[in-house]
């Protein structure tokens, strides 16, 4: 499962959200164990199977109409409901110093993104806050479920995805100790068009802090 990586005395564990986590290896003996994949299912590790696990991997072949909308379609709108810039709730974002945050703390009603125009929206990808992996003990502070509310004309018309009545959809995010720098991908069941998002933390781990953008196509 680790192909050539050696594998150097780090060993399985769980997390708090009861997910069995591993396969960790080292570069050399002072080096730091790095996360290298994890259990898809909620399964207890004393019960699990590891001859058959499923990697935890939540990137996706997204195939086409699978941009990062904020790079290829652009926005006139990043902020929270306060309407403070959120520049730094941007996909990948890196700190530029050491007393900068690696994303947006949210501590708002939602943040909010005007894209430049209409676009096929499938999917949403965030990421826990920016941290140095080699520093094990800190910034793991990551959103672990999050929902979506969007709209075609940023006016009247808004929807919790999905648009049903089966209720509110919660997305998992980044749910993996250790692994906020992992871009997590959820799709939509069906793909909507819209011009403003809305996101929403529901859970979060230490703090709410989101990387996020949206997936999909111009029209």
């Known amino acids: 499962m680790a192909g050539s990586l050696p594998l150097m005395a780090c060993s399985l564990r769980c997390c708090d959200e009861h997910r069995c986590i591993g396969i960790f290896h ?41 941009s990062l909308l904020m790079d290829t379609v652009g926005y006139y709108h990043l902020a929270d409901s306060s309407k403070v810039a959120a520049e730094t709730s941007r996909l990948n974002y890196v700190p530029n110093s050491i007393n900068e945050i690696g994303g947006f703390l949210y501590d708002t009603v939602y943040l909010l993104v005007k894209l430049s125009s209409a676009a096929k929206v499938r999917g949403t990808v965030i990421q826990g806050r920016w941290r140095d992996e ?83 196509c111009e029209l």
């Not at 994890?38 to 996706?60: H, L, P, V």
């Open 134 to 216: 080699a520093l094990a003990l800190c910034c793991d502070e990551r959103v672990t479920e999050y929902f979506i509310n969007w709209s075609p004309d940023c006016d009247s018309s808004w929807t919790f995805y999905p648009a049903s009545n089966t209720g509110t959809i919660y997305f998992e995010g980044n749910v993996i100790p250790g692994a906020g720098n992992e871009a997590v991908v959820n799709l939509f069941d069906e793909p909507v068009v819209g011009i403003c998002f809305a996101f929403y933390v529901q859970s979060y781990h230490l703090q709410a802090i989101v990387r996020w953008d949206l997936i999909g």
């Open 26 to 66: 080292k570069k050399d003996q002072t080096d730091n164990c790095y996360l290298i994949s994890a259990t898809e299912e909620d399964t207890g590790c004393a019960d699990f199977d590891w001859a058959i696990w499923t990697a935890y991997k939540k990137r996706k072949d997204l195939g086409q109409c699978g």
